[in-house]
């Protein structure tokens, strides 16, 4: 059975760092590309970084120079270091195979929380 457990958020003044941890089961880890997500209230889902097999990885342009997404194959968990914080970084963030690269309807986790505020 599939399991994506995502944690390390929190509320964060503006300015700040975070580093979000994802552990995932049930799927073979090494040969998937991995990403981070995020939904703000009221938003949709968006995917803000990825990760291939290779460790090349990719951002959204509201992330991209302040989010580094890494990996450890040997934990079968991903990581998203997060500086430079801002109010709009405010969103439940989840992590799951690239959904660019993989077909795959894999189940999310609970995701981890990041607030950002004064």
């Known amino acids: 059975q599939v399991h994506f457990v995502e944690s390390g958020g929190g509320l964060v003044q503006p300015g700040r760092s975070l580093r979000l941890s994802c552990a995932c089961s049930?799927?073979?880890?090494?040969?998937?590309?991995m990403a981070w997500y995020r939904q703000a209230p009221g938003k949709q889902r968006e995917l803000i970084a990825g990760?291939?097999?290779?460790?090349?990885?990719d951002y959204s342009e509201p992330v991209k120079g302040r989010f580094t997404i890494s990996r450890d194959n040997a934990k079968n968990t991903v990581y998203l270091q997060m500086n430079s914080l801002k109010a709009e970084d405010t969103a439940q963030y989840y992590c799951?195979?690239?959904?660019?690269?993989?077909?795959?309807?894999?189940?999310w986790g609970q995701g981890t929380q990041v607030t950002v505020s004064a």
């Open positions: 799951n195979i690239d959904r660019r690269h993989h077909s795959d309807d894999l189940p």
């Open positions: 049930g799927i073979i880890f090494n040969i998937r590309a």
């Open positions: 990760i291939g097999v290779h460790n090349m990885a």
